[in-house]
Every structure is written in C-alpha cells, then in structure tokens.
C-alpha cells in the first residue's frame, strides 16, 4: 500500500504561502504516518529556509510527550524483505528499503533480518529505524544487531536522529529549489 509521492511539487514560497490544509496534504508523509508533524510545523510559517522548515518539523517530535513519541516510533515500518517484495510499505519507504537491496535479500538473510527485528523491538520496545540510504546492506545488519545492545534511553535518542536524517531526505525530494 504505497501513499506519498516524492516527485518536488511546491517551492518554498508556496509552501508558505499555501491553506494549512494543502500544506499538510504536501508534506504530511515527510514523517512516516504523522501528518500532525506537518500541523504543527504549518502554524510557523513563513520559513526562511528548507532546513528551516526540517528544524519546525523536527521540534515538534522532540517536545512531544514520552508516550507520542514512542507511538510514532511505532509507526516506522521495520526493515523487512517480506514487506518490499509485498509493496505493503509507503512509497517513500518502499523506495528506501528497495534502494538498500532489501527486496533481493536471500531468504536466510531474510529470515536473520527478521528476528533482529524482532530481538532489537523485544528489547527497546519499537521498531528499528535507520536511514537505510546511509548503509550498505551488510551496514544495515551490523547496525541493528549493534544497536540492540545499546540501553532504550541511547536509542530512542538515535532512532529519533535517525528519522532527522530520513525525514530530511524525504523533504529536499518534495520542495522544488529555484537556482538563481
């Protein structure tokens, strides 16, 4: 079930200058299945800049409450072959597993894959999230069976700045730059 598009449909001009409404519906997938990123960047603008507008965006995830925060972890997709060969994964999401090799996995590393998951979201309590176009598939492995072992504390913080990461990519894809 792909949702979002990134092919750049708005400046940065019409972005701030667009109804709140249109503005969420531009940019409310740049934070997987949180639109309310959006909402409550929408109430800032005009933004002077795109890193700007990522910053408004990421400050209202760092002072959302503990129990928001840990729900929108929750609803980042887990890395997974099943999901990229299924297509049951946002386009943003399907591209970015995709452009890491996950969808070719073999079924072993498939099945490794899986129960890291599986183990990491044991132990910390969501999934694991990492800007995949940052690693190598064998990267990616040696990433999550590292950042098991770390303490839930540790690695709220870097699954939060993972998704900055992400949640930056996604936005320069969607906002046409002008060359001057």
């Known amino acids: 079930m792909t949702t ?47 890193d700007a507008l990522h910053g408004a965006m990421l400050a209202a995830v760092h002072t959302s409450p503990y129990e928001q925060a840990v729900q929108f972890l929750c609803g980042h997709p887990e890395l997974s072959a099943s999901a990229v060969r299924a297509g049951t994964l946002t386009s943003d999401s399907q591209q970015e597993q995709q452009s890491a090799g996950l969808g070719h996995l073999e079924k072993e590393q498939s099945e490794r894959l899986d129960a890291l998951n599986q183990t990491y979201r044991t132990r910390h309590g969501f999934p694991f999230i990492a800007c995949v176009r940052h690693y190598t598939r064998t990267g990616l492995f040696a990433e999550l069976a590292s950042r098991t072992e770390r303490d839930t504390e540790q690695e709220f ?22 060359l001057w």
């Open 4 to 50: 979002s598009s990134t092919q750049p449909t708005s400046s940065l001009d019409e972005l701030n200058t667009m109804a709140h409404g249109d503005f969420v519906a531009a940019l409310g997938e740049v934070f997987e299945y949180a639109p309310w990123v959006a909402q409550s960047a929408a109430r800032q603008r005009p933004f002077a800049s795109i």
């Open 157 to 178: 913080a870097e699954a939060l700045r993972q998704i900055g990461f992400i949640s930056r990519l996604r936005l320069a894809q969607r906002v046409r730059t002008t």
